[in-house]
């Protein structure tokens, strides 16, 4: 009998690392149909493809069979060709007779993948949102009738409305189109009235090759404000000389400062009068714009100041807003008024109940009460119009194409396009385009908003939407990859023959929680999935934005869209705010996962990636998992978003999944905590072996997520037989007990008392091994229960994201001397009542001791309190890592020495 080949041994991570890197980077290059709508927080659909292959594949496929490099740096494999007749003859390697289900299909990729390579799919997805882009996603359309409809209706609105968005160029008096208005918020100062219009920055556009960067003068009197830089992209230096006009010249008084050449004003075009949700008036009244609004009760008000268009030439150019520019919104709005009535916009309030809403508190604070408050009449206008047209194709007939699927597709690229076209939407002065209302998973009210012209061409227009809709809706009838050649430094695109995304091989999508599926038992024979991430974002409250819209026209048809906002009392995460804590996601998720157990075949698979920076989700994940019978067969570490993600680049956040795999496998024999270690300890030095040898260029922070994924599978089979001192052993300990066992195996064991406290010995082990990135310490840190937000809220790591080090015992003295200020003397006897942060830790003591020492103060006070035989091995330890013997002089220091 064929040995079984475990589905994680056929991946080839290195390879899928760098897969995943390029795709989420350019998403919608090497993915388009991942850009048919926005969601949140995509894994790579590489990823998927690959684990995909894995377990469809018989026993004798191998990362090599999946994918290879070749020596002239091209590739070969399934991966690139699932039909390949040379590693695939026949199609005999490939079970495509298979059912995957997704209990948490989000945005559709696992779905997507497996239904690309021949399986029949099941999704359950709670928010409509996301089971809406997983539908078109795989919906099939008739190419041809839905590209002549678009542009039909573009075409005629543009006929209708284009007027609106029309401007004057100075230079020659003809008429252009507009393509973006920048705005600006004004307010009124709360100590002296002063009308002030709010400028972070005075900066229009940056300087680039093909076209000039611009500034904005800050002189009001000024008769042309606009500042074209030819030449240069910053500031002037200090002494330089401009002329203004014939006669006048002004001296630059300091670096960076620039003039304007048309009143001679000079300014720092990075200095505004705003920022941080402050902003200050002529007079030198600073105030808060929150502050401000709620005062007077209002919303923003914003002015627009100028606009980009495209003169006769084809040149982009920035423009002062004129009187002829504010006729045409005047005009527009009049519009509006006429025909609001009968268009399909949102009337939604927001949520104010911020216990369960608390993405849109920014919102409130702001005096945002609906959701139309945050669209301009004009952009109300344009986006009903569209809607509504598209609404309309639903009463034609089309030969070889539905009305209503036409009609959706369109009604899916406007929605798409509504991304960035709101109050919400900032100006990129280095592309000169809208942003993304979702730069970061959050709402963010602007102060100086951009309102794009959504009939022009560019990033945020709806032609650009449809582009998406349309690109998406080809790759899923001629898929394709692209890897690059690490050689020529070349893109390789690879058509994939045979294979194909259609909704033929859709089983089922339900819009409901899984935590009660329809399906029969033991029905399905793959679950691949991406679970929610304990308390990370709260989708719903996001979803709303796009939400509102698409109710709007869908729900007539769709029951999913019938309630007035994105259905949020079953979204399993953790939020404390609306009494969802740790119990209600652990017990959530284990509902799922029981359902899970319940269809899955008795030999089928279940793989899930899992990402998130907050290592106390990772236990919690476990416990449901193992909760619901699941055996936790192995964990594997992969790349997951691009490293300069805002949501990664910013701020220290894990740039890696984790995949774990599970099965129905269960052992009922009783064993301790005890035996496991014994049985684990040299088993686990075998499988390091065969991990390295298995995986080239391995890092020992990776090796340990791997052991720690096969340490859980003995913990996951006997469980809950598994026992410490005649008790359960939980996950927790389970998972102290595992991570010490790998701390020896992997030579980084810090062998102290098990009394030291967790952040102290984990300390202690980061300092053994030296400065590491951060992705490495928080693999590191997995098991404790821990993340380097834990070490950082102590003062036990500084540097940069690609350097983390350890904090010294002088560097950390008076966050010590703070907690030792509220406790008295530090004792942790006396700390009872107080915050976990301000909890004495023993690395606390043992480097104040060091501290005390090594400044000649006397130690004698502190010694007779703390000292004790597991501080002393703690200190030992220290001094053995650092060389510095003074941490284990001051412990060796008797009282009658003082």
Same mark, same amino acid.
């Given at each position: 009998?064929?040995?079984?080949?475990?589905?994680?041994?056929?991946?080839?991570?290195?390879?899928?690392?760098?897969?995943?890197?390029?795709?989420?980077?350019?998403?919608?290059?090497?993915?388009?149909?991942?850009?048919?709508?926005?969601?949140?927080?995509?894994?790579?659909?590489?990823?998927?493809?690959?684990?995909?292959?894995?377990?469809?594949?018989?026993?004798?496929?191998?990362?090599?069979?999946?994918?290879?490099?070749? *020596?002239?740096?091209?590739?070969?494999?399934?991966?690139?060709?699932?039909?390949?007749?040379?590693?695939?003859?026949?199609?005999?390697?490939?079970?495509?007779?298979?059912?995957?289900?997704?209990?948490?299909?989000?945005?559709?990729?696992?779905?997507?993948?497996?239904?690309?390579?021949?399986?029949?799919?099941?999704?359950?997805?709670?928010?409509?949102?996301?089971?809406?882009?997983?539908?078109?996603?795989?919906?099939?359309?008739?190419? $041809?009738?839905?590209?002549?409809?678009?542009?039909?209706?573009?075409?005629?609105?543009?006929?209708?409305?284009?007027?609106?968005?029309?401007?004057?160029?100075?230079?020659?008096?003809?008429?252009?189109?507009?393509?973006?208005?920048?705005?600006?918020?004004?307010?009124?100062?709360?100590?002296?009235?002063?009308?002030?219009?709010?400028?972070?920055?005075?900066?229009?556009?940056?300087?680039?090759?093909?076209?000039?960067?611009?500034?904005?003068?800050?002189?009001?009197?000024?008769?042309?404000?606009?500042?074209?830089?030819?030449?240069?992209?910053?500031?002037?230096?200090?002494?330089?000389?401009?002329?203004?006009?014939?006669?006048?010249?002004?001296?630059?008084?300091?670096?960076?400062?620039?003039?304007?050449?048309?009143?001679?004003?000079?300014?720092?075009?990075?200095?505004? !009068?705003?920022?941080?949700?402050?902003?200050?008036?002529?007079?030198?009244?600073?105030?808060?714009?929150?502050?401000?609004?709620?005062?007077?009760?209002?919303?923003?008000?914003?002015? %627009?100041?100028?606009?980009?268009?495209?003169?006769?030439?084809?040149?982009?150019?920035?423009?002062?807003?004129?009187?002829?520019?504010?006729?045409?919104?005047?005009?527009?709005?009049?519009?509006?008024?006429?025909?609001?009535?009968?268009?399909?916009?949102?009337?939604?309030?927001?949520?104010?109940? /911020?216990?369960?809403?608390?993405?849109?508190?920014?919102?409130?604070?702001?005096?945002?009460?609906?959701?139309?408050?945050?669209?301009?009449?004009?952009?109300? /206008?344009?986006?009903?119009?569209?809607? *509504?047209?598209?609404?309309?194709?639903?009463?034609?007939?089309?030969?070889?194409?539905?009305?209503?699927?036409?009609?959706?597709?369109?009604?899916?690229?406007?929605?798409?396009?509504?991304?960035?076209?709101?109050?919400?939407?900032?100006?990129?002065?280095?592309?000169?385009?809208?942003?993304?209302?979702?730069?970061?998973?959050?709402?963010?009210?602007?102060? +100086?908003?951009?309102?794009?012209?959504?009939?022009?061409?560019?990033?945020?227009?709806?032609?650009?939407?449809?582009?998406?809709?349309?690109?998406?809706?080809?790759?899923?009838?001629?898929?394709?990859?692209?890897?690059?050649?690490?050689?020529?430094?070349?893109?390789?695109?690879?058509?994939?023959?045979?294979? *194909?995304?259609?909704?033929?091989?859709?089983?089922?999508?339900?819009?409901?929680?899984?935590?009660?599926?329809?399906?029969?038992?033991?029905?399905?024979?793959?679950?691949?999935?991406?679970?929610?991430?304990?308390?990370?974002?709260?989708?719903?409250?996001?979803?709303?934005?796009?939400?509102?819209?698409?109710?709007?026209?869908?729900?007539?048809?769709?029951?999913?869209?019938?309630?007035?906002?994105?259905?949020?009392?079953?979204?399993?995460?953790?939020?404390?705010?609306?009494?969802?804590?740790?119990?209600?996601?652990?017990?959530?998720?284990?509902?799922?996962?029981?359902?899970?157990?319940?269809?899955?075949?008795?030999?089928?698979?279940?793989?899930?990636?899992?990402?998130?920076?907050?290592?106390?989700?990772?236990?919690?994940?476990?416990?449901?998992?193992?909760?619901?019978?699941?055996?936790?067969?192995?964990?594997?570490?992969?790349?997951?978003?691009?490293?300069?993600?805002?949501?990664?680049?910013?701020?220290?956040?894990?740039?890696?999944?984790?995949?774990?795999?599970? !099965?129905?496998?269960?052992?009922?024999?009783?064993?301790?905590?005890?035996?496991?270690?014994?049985?684990?300890?040299?088993?686990?030095?075998?499988?390091?072996?065969?991990?390295?040898?298995?995986?080239?260029?391995?890092?020992?922070?990776?090796?340990?997520?791997?052991?720690?994924?096969?340490?859980?599978?003995?913990?996951?089979?006997?469980?809950? !037989?598994?026992?410490?001192?005649?008790?359960?052993?939980?996950?927790?300990?389970?998972?102290?007990?595992?991570?010490?066992?790998?701390?020896?195996?992997?030579?980084?064991?810090?062998?102290?008392?098990?009394?030291?406290?967790?952040?102290?010995?984990?300390?202690?082990?980061?300092?053994?091994?030296?400065?590491?990135?951060?992705? $490495?310490? !928080?693999?590191?840190?997995?098991?404790?229960?821990?993340?380097?937000?834990?070490?950082?809220?102590?003062?036990?790591?500084?540097?940069? %994201?690609? %350097?983390?080090?350890?904090?010294?015992?002088?560097?950390?003295?008076?966050?010590?001397?703070?907690?030792?200020?509220?406790?008295?003397?530090?004792?942790?006897?006396?700390?009872?009542?107080?915050?976990?942060?301000?909890?004495?830790?023993?690395?606390?003591?043992? +480097?104040?001791?060091?501290?005390?020492?090594?400044?000649?103060?006397?130690?004698?006070?502190?010694?007779?309190?703390?000292? *004790?035989? $597991?501080?002393?091995?703690?200190?030992?330890?220290?001094?053995?890592?650092?060389?510095?013997?003074?941490?284990?002089?001051?412990?060796?220091?008797?009282?009658?020495?003082?």
């Amino acid at each position: 009998m064929t040995e079984k080949t475990e589905t994680w041994d056929k991946l080839p991570l290195n390879l899928m690392d760098e897969l995943a890197e390029k795709e989420t980077y350019r998403r919608d290059v090497y993915r388009p149909i991942y850009s048919i709508h926005k969601w949140w927080a995509r894994r790579p659909g590489s990823t998927f493809r690959c684990l995909g292959i894995a377990a469809m594949t018989d026993n004798t496929i191998t990362k090599n069979d999946i994918l290879t490099r070749r *020596s002239s740096g091209s590739h070969d494999g399934l991966y690139i060709d699932s039909y390949d007749p040379q590693i695939n003859p026949n199609d005999e390697h490939i079970d495509r007779d298979v059912t995957v289900l997704d209990p948490f299909a989000g945005g559709g990729t696992s779905l997507v993948e497996s239904n690309r390579l021949g399986a029949d799919v099941i999704g359950y997805e709670l928010n409509p949102v996301a089971w809406w882009t997983e539908k078109k996603s795989m919906d099939d359309v008739n190419l $041809d009738v839905l590209e002549r409809e678009f542009d039909r209706i573009l075409e005629e609105t543009r006929e209708e409305l284009g007027d609106y968005y029309t401007t004057i160029d100075p230079e020659t008096g003809e008429e252009c189109e507009a393509l973006y208005y920048l705005q600006a918020q004004r307010i009124p100062c709360l100590t002296c009235d002063e009308e002030v219009q709010l400028f972070p920055r005075y900066q229009l556009a940056k300087t680039k090759k093909t076209r000039p960067g611009a500034l904005y003068c800050p002189n009001q009197n000024c008769n042309d404000r606009i500042i074209e830089l030819e030449n240069r992209s910053k500031g002037l230096e200090e002494g330089t000389e401009v002329s203004i006009g014939d006669r006048e010249t002004v001296t630059i008084s300091e670096d960076g400062n620039d003039v304007c050449p048309n009143c001679g004003h000079e300014f720092d075009p990075n200095d505004g !009068n705003a920022g941080y949700g402050k902003y200050t008036c002529s007079n030198g009244h600073k105030h808060d714009i929150k502050e401000t609004l709620q005062r007077l009760d209002e919303k923003p008000s914003f002015e %627009r100041f100028a606009l980009q268009y495209e003169n006769p030439q084809g040149d982009k150019k920035i423009k002062e807003f004129e009187e002829d520019d504010s006729q045409r919104v005047s005009e527009a709005r009049d519009k509006f008024e006429t025909i609001e009535e009968s268009l399909p916009i949102p009337n939604q309030k927001i949520p104010q109940n /911020l216990e369960e809403h608390r993405s849109t508190e920014a919102l409130l604070l702001y005096n945002y009460k609906q959701f139309t408050d945050l669209f301009s009449d004009r952009q109300l /206008l344009t986006l009903g119009t569209l809607m *509504s047209k598209a609404l309309d194709v639903c009463e034609m007939e089309f030969e070889n194409a539905d009305a209503e699927n036409i009609s959706e597709f369109i009604i899916t690229s406007i929605s798409g396009a509504i991304e960035r076209n709101s109050n919400l939407t900032k100006w990129d002065t280095t592309g000169q385009r809208a942003n993304s209302v979702f730069t970061r998973h959050a709402y963010i009210p602007r102060v +100086q908003p951009v309102e794009p012209n959504p009939l022009a061409e560019h990033l945020a227009s709806v032609s650009n939407a449809f582009g998406k809709v349309k690109r998406a809706k080809e790759y899923c009838n001629r898929p394709f990859e692209k890897i690059k050649n690490p050689q020529t430094g070349e893109v390789e695109q690879f058509y994939v023959g045979d294979e *194909s995304i259609s909704e033929k091989r859709v089983a089922s999508l339900n819009c409901a929680t899984s935590e009660q599926m329809v399906e029969n038992d033991e029905s399905v024979d793959y679950i691949i999935t991406d679970p929610p991430y304990y308390d990370n974002v709260q989708y719903s409250s996001l979803s709303d934005y796009f939400y509102v819209w698409l109710s709007e026209c869908l729900r007539e048809k769709y029951d999913e869209f019938r309630p007035d906002l994105v259905p949020k009392a079953r979204e399993i995460v953790a939020n404390k705010s609306s009494n969802k804590g740790e119990q209600f996601f652990i017990e959530s998720l284990a509902n799922v996962f029981s359902e899970c157990h319940r269809v899955l075949k008795p030999d089928g698979e279940m793989v899930f990636t899992y990402h998130h920076n907050e290592n106390e989700a990772w236990s919690v994940i476990l416990e449901a998992l193992i909760n619901s019978g699941f055996t936790i067969t192995g964990a594997y570490p992969v790349q997951s978003e691009m490293p300069n993600n805002p949501h990664i680049s910013d701020l220290d956040n894990a740039e890696y999944d984790i995949l774990v795999y599970a !099965n129905k496998e269960q052992a009922d024999e009783e064993i301790t905590l005890t035996e496991l270690r014994q049985n684990l300890f040299f088993e686990l030095q075998d499988m390091a072996a065969e991990e390295r040898e298995r995986h080239e260029d391995l890092s020992k922070a990776d090796l340990g997520v791997i052991l720690r994924g096969k340490c859980m599978y003995y913990y996951s089979r006997h469980y809950p !037989n598994v026992y410490s001192e005649g008790e359960q052993a939980g996950i927790d300990e389970a998972l102290n007990t595992v991570d010490s066992i790998i701390e020896q195996v992997l030579e980084g064991s810090v062998n102290l008392p098990a009394s030291i406290d967790s952040l102290s010995e984990a300390y202690a082990a980061f300092v053994q091994r030296g400065p590491e990135g951060f992705d $490495d310490l !928080n693999k590191q840190l997995l098991a404790k229960n821990l993340n380097v937000s834990d070490l950082a809220d102590e003062k036990l790591v500084k540097g940069p %994201r690609d %350097r983390k080090e350890p904090v010294s015992a002088d560097e950390r003295v008076h966050h010590i001397e703070r907690k030792l200020s509220k406790s008295g003397d530090g004792s942790q006897q006396t700390l009872g009542g107080e915050e976990v942060d301000d909890i004495l830790l023993d690395i606390d003591k043992v +480097q104040y001791l060091y501290h005390l020492y090594v400044t000649d103060q006397n130690t004698s006070e502190y010694l007779s309190e703390w000292k *004790s035989d $597991d501080l002393e091995e703690l200190a030992e330890f220290l001094a053995d890592a650092t060389g510095d013997d003074r941490y284990e002089s001051v412990m060796e220091m008797s009282l009658s020495q003082f």
